[in-house]
């Protein structure tokens, strides 16, 4: 269970490194989009500023850093959210004297920062604690509440503008007895849709169908964009001897799934409990396996990881993948020329879209660091998003961005759409939809060893216990 705690923690991390640092960014070539503000205006709430001291270092531990680059982080020019941190940078040194210092990867992602921390010698004064999935590792290090970390809200910076801060993960995931002990950025530009899970189409195959890019645009916008109409595309495009085929298996049973009926963990009775077997669910998991045994997804040997995928994907061996819309920019191997995004088709049991997102980034600080006040202001300063959630000028930042990656109206339409509905799935907190959604549990069920909805059924009582040990339940 240990190795494999760790084994999610790493994947969480890696998903909000890339969320945190990547080249959703960068700007089109040119003048920025819109005016970057000026880091001085960096402050909701001015009389905050009385608590950062002249002479104060504060050491920030980002994990991703490799040795040697602590003096270039948020020195990117071609990054406007990289130009604004360095600004802000400038301004906490040249304004108010205090300093940054980086700290880069200790060797482990959190251990020896946290073990210093609980030691009383701490190594790092905050850090980016990764996704909100990790909090709870970290408040319960040692398997002591608030070990390592000190409670936010035992200090005068507030993070309770949800125009800039996720409220309510905040108060769902990093709350304990009544107290706050991480902050979480929202996401703004074109970060709100990078993990979101979308059905990649490649047009020439969609069209040798029957189907024009602009009608499957059309459909989502009537709500018939669903699995009848995504089963008679894989259907129709299937060609084995050619090597080409409808649609590529990796994570479509667990997106099926959500697609018919919502998140596979629901609360019951203030508990939180898993429901990933239910008819609306074993439905999805019922069409990958039609899907399947009709020959209509890419064969087992093929696409069986997002990786993979991409690479069946992107050299026309099938007409659909479901994958994070990232994978559009962070993979260059075997482009193709004209490929759109939808939503996941909706299930018979739904009555809308859904699209599962990462979680949140959060923000923590640990015992015994210097000035707490000072230190939530200067990282409060730091890790601003760059515009206010539903701004104009935010909403400007992301039209440009994505006309990187496209400028036809349906598509810029869509991924506009595509912020209303994404969803943070409980599922990922609790590290079960990587074990829902693997090959190993995909194979046993394509291969028609289990059926979906027994397995799951069979299997909900490990799923409950990771649960309880994951929230620590028992110990609160």
Not at 202 to 216: C, D, I
Not at 287 to 292: F, G, N, P
Not at 355 to 374: H, L
Request: glycine share 8%; aromatic share 14%.
């Amino acid at each position: 269970m240990k190795q494999a705690c760790k084994w999610l923690a790493a994947a969480l991390c890696l998903a909000v490194c890339f969320a945190f640092t990547a080249c959703g960014d960068q700007a089109p070539t040119g003048n920025s989009p819109t005016p970057v503000p000026s880091a001085s205006q960096n402050t909701e709430t001015d009389s905050e500023l009385q608590y950062l001291k002249a002479g104060d270092t504060y050491r920030l531990y980002h994990w991703w850093l490799q040795s040697g680059q602590e003096e270039t982080e948020f020195r990117d020019d071609e990054s406007i959210v990289g130009r604004y941190r360095a600004e802000t940078l400038d301004t906490l040194k040249n304004t108010y004297g205090i300093t940054i210092k980086f700290i880069p990867w200790t060797g482990s992602y959190w251990d020896e920062v946290r073990s210093s921390a609980f030691s009383g010698t701490p190594l790092a004064d905050g850090m980016h604690g990764g996704s909100v999935a990790n909090i709870m590792d970290h408040y319960w290090y040692m398997e002591i509440p608030g070990s390592c970390l000190e409670a936010i809200s035992d200090h005068n910076i507030s993070f309770d503008d949800d125009a800039y801060w996720d409220v309510q993960q905040q108060e769902q995931y990093c709350t304990f007895n009544g107290k706050l002990y991480g902050f979480v950025m929202n996401t703004v530009g074109m970060k709100t849709i990078e993990a979101a899970k979308v059905t990649f189409f490649n047009y020439s195959l969609v069209e040798k169908a029957g189907y024009t890019p602009q009608q499957l645009y059309a459909m989502v916008k009537d709500k018939t964009w669903n699995w009848d109409v995504f089963s008679n595309i894989c259907a129709a495009v299937t060609d084995g001897d050619r090597g080409v085929w409808g649609t590529t298996w990796y994570d479509l049973g667990l997106q099926l799934a959500f697609s018919n009926g919502g998140d596979i963990i629901a609360s019951e009775s203030g508990e939180d409990v898993f429901v990933g077997y239910s008819d609306k669910h074993a439905k999805g998991w019922d069409l990958l396996k039609s899907l399947y045994d009709s020959g209509y997804t890419c064969p087992l040997d093929k696409g069986a990881y997002d990786q993979d995928a991409i690479t069946v994907f992107k050299s026309e061996q099938t007409a659909f993948m479901i994958n994070h819309w990232r994978r559009t920019f962070d993979n260059k191997k075997g482009s193709i020329d004209k490929y759109g995004w939808l939503p996941v088709p909706m299930g018979p049991d739904a009555t809308d879209y859904t699209s599962e997102n990462q979680p949140g980034e959060c923000f923590v600080i640990f015992k015994d660091c210097n000035n707490p006040d000072g230190l939530l202001k200067a990282m409060k300063m730091l890790y601003r998003p760059i515009y206010a959630k539903g701004s104009a000028e935010n909403q400007i930042l992301f039209e440009s961005e994505i006309s990187m990656y496209c400028n036809d109206e349906e598509s810029v339409e869509f991924l506009t759409y595509l912020q209303s509905i994404t969803t943070q799935s409980k599922a990922v907190f609790y590290g079960i939809n990587w074990d829902y959604m693997s090959v190993e549990t995909t194979v046993k069920i394509l291969s028609g060893e289990v059926t979906a909805q027994s397995y799951f059924e069979s299997i909900a009582p490990v799923y409950n216990e990771k649960i309880r040990q994951v929230s620590r339940a028992d110990k609160q």
